[in-house]
């Protein structure tokens, strides 16, 4: 099993800053993919970044040059950089791994963070 917890959520004002941080524990062999999504009041779960192994990212198009997604594989963490940060960012922030792990490919979730936007 996987262990991922987030922190850095918080409420912070339309154009600010938040720096979200998922470290991983337990049977952390074998990860890849890392990522992040959220879920806003109302809407479904959606993609927000992903990162593999080796540095390669993809962005939700809404996020764009706003949002960096990079990871420490040393610590096991990854994180997420929001800048100029829009209401429609809020919702919770969700860290995704992939584990492949003998043949089977694994999935993981965290416990979400709130990221609330003042307008």
């Known amino acids: 099993q996987v262990q991922l917890v987030e922190s850095g959520g918080g409420l912070v004002q339309a154009g600010g800053s938040l720096r979200l941080s998922c470290a991983a524990s337990?049977?952390?062999?074998?990860?890849?993919?890392m990522g992040w999504y959220r879920q806003g009041p109302g809407n479904e779960r959606e993609l927000v970044a992903t990162?593999?192994?080796?540095?390669?990212?993809n962005y939700a198009d809404s996020v764009k040059g706003r949002f960096t997604i990079s990871r420490d594989n040393a610590k096991n963490t990854v994180y997420l950089q929001m800048n100029s940060l829009k209401p429609n960012d809020t919702g919770v922030y969700y860290c995704?791994?992939?584990?492949?792990?003998?043949?089977?490919?694994?999935?993981?979730w965290g416990q979400g963070t709130q990221v609330t936007v003042s307008s």
């Open positions: 337990g049977d952390i062999f074998g990860i890849n993919d």
């Open positions: 990162i593999t192994w080796g540095g390669i990212t």
């Open positions: 995704n791994a992939d584990r492949k792990w003998y043949g089977t490919l694994q999935n993981y």
